[in-house]
């Protein structure tokens, strides 16, 4: 069965600093790849998914099948970055049933 | 365009009874997955329906069982209610089967005594 690890619960940075949340998975086949963040008294939502390679509000992430990983990403984090951060894996992309992990709560701080 | 909304907010059950959730969809969305998100960790897939007819279910026993109805609206039913049965239950739709993206609802605080 699929598991996605994300090691850090809490992660607190300085704002301009650099952010890296760690996500791992175990999977045999080839997933796809998703972050879903929770900002503040919000609904869970899409951040990004690795098929699209996009930069989405400055974060990025990169599906490394070697490591199995895929780890989030921003070179300058920002107060309005401060919410919940879920890795979520899908093994088909005929249909999408996620698999999350536990999330990592990100702080940004002034 | 109207969000996915889900009914009650919060609820307060005693162990053994059941419960029934309700989902209405995004407009123009046929397909509901189900999740169960327990205290400090992440949502865990229930099960997911596609035009009416389930289509895969998670590590759930049979008492977690669920419907969809025409207008692509579902209810999550859940029997024989045990303590472990606190969370919070998401509801998140999606445009069809093949659309990557899930649309969450705000949950359900389901409360077991």
């Known amino acids: 069965a699929q598991r996605v690890t994300q090691p850090e619960k809490l992660l607190s940075v300085f704002k301009g600093a650099p952010v890296e949340l760690k996500c791992n998975y175990s999977y045999s086949g080839s997933p796809e790849l998703f972050w879903y963040v929770q900002y503040s008294r919000q609904r869970l939502q899409l951040l990004l998914r690795?098929?699209s390679r996009e930069s989405i509000k400055g974060f990025t992430a990169d599906l490394n099948k070697g490591e199995t990983s895929f780890h989030l990403k921003k070179p300058f984090a920002q107060e309005e970055d401060s919410a919940m951060y879920y890795c979520?894996?899908?093994?088909?992309?005929?249909?999408?049933?996620?698999?999350f992990g536990a999330g990592t709560t990100v702080t940004v701080r002034a | 365009e109207t969000g996915v909304t889900q009914s009650p907010t919060h609820l307060i059950k005693t162990r053994g009874q059941q419960v029934t959730l309700r989902c209405s969809s995004q407009?123009?969305?046929?397909?509901v997955s189900w999740y169960q998100q327990a205290l400090g960790q992440g949502p865990q897939f229930i099960f997911q329906y596609y035009r009416e007819e389930e289509n895969g279910r998670g590590n759930f026993p049979p008492r977690f069982s669920g419907l969809q109805f025409p207008n692509y609206s579902s209810e999550l039913n859940v029997n024989a209610l045990e303590l472990d049965d606190s969370a919070l239950y998401l509801c998140?739709?999606?445009?069809?089967?093949?659309?990557?993206?899930?649309?969450f609802g705000p949950g359900t605080r389901l409360t077991v005594l």
């Open positions: 998140a739709s999606s445009r069809t089967l093949l659309a990557h993206e899930q649309f």
């Open positions: 690795h098929i």
């Open positions: 979520a894996l899908s093994v088909s992309t005929n249909d999408y049933k996620l698999s």
């Open positions: 407009s123009g969305h046929n397909t």
